[in-house]
């Protein structure tokens, strides 16, 4: 097994994993009541996701390994964790509103409104960089911002529509 093989199988391995979380959170949320919004555009980003890790296995299983870009691509790893434990039973890879609960504010949420996709959006661009390819990094991180325009408009009306349930509600 390459070291290329190692890290694609770790991911492969946590992406597998997060859709089990995703899965179970969004059963779950849905069962409280929350509503999922926009869910038109989801095959579209598993399309995206997994073209782009099909073809890092097509492509890099015996690259050599970029040891600046692996760090810089475990370090995302940390700012996904952060974000999943931020959100805790309310991460999931769909738009999921949840009635009645308070928008989260904490943890990387104190910085940017959508950190879960910063992060997504490094990690498309720097896996391909930490196996020696830059052309696949640049071809997914065009479609992933195509696809991320589509979802962040879709995730911003879910958002403002709860915001101005809420309020109507406190009033």
Known sequence: ???????????????????????????????RGAVEAAPGH??????????????????ARDQPVNIVALLLYLALQGFRFWVMWTLGSRWTTRIIVLPEQRLVSAGPYR???HPNYAVVAGEIAVLP???????LAAAF???NAMVLAI????????????RETMQRGAR
């Open 1 to 31: 097994m390459t070291p290329a093989e190692i890290i694609l199988g770790a991911v492969t391995l946590q992406r597998a994993g997060e859709l089990l979380i995703s899965s179970t959170n969004t059963r779950k949320l849905l069962a």
């Open 42 to 59: 989801y095959p579209l980003i598993v399309a995206v996701h997994g073209a782009w890790l099909i073809s890092l296995w097509v492509l």
């Open 111 to 113: 910085f940017l409104s």
């Open 129 to 135: 960089l930490v196996l020696g390819l830059p052309l």
């Open 141 to 143: 991180t065009a479609l």
């Open 151 to 162: 979802r962040i408009a879709a995730e911003n009306r879910a958002l403002a529509a709860f």
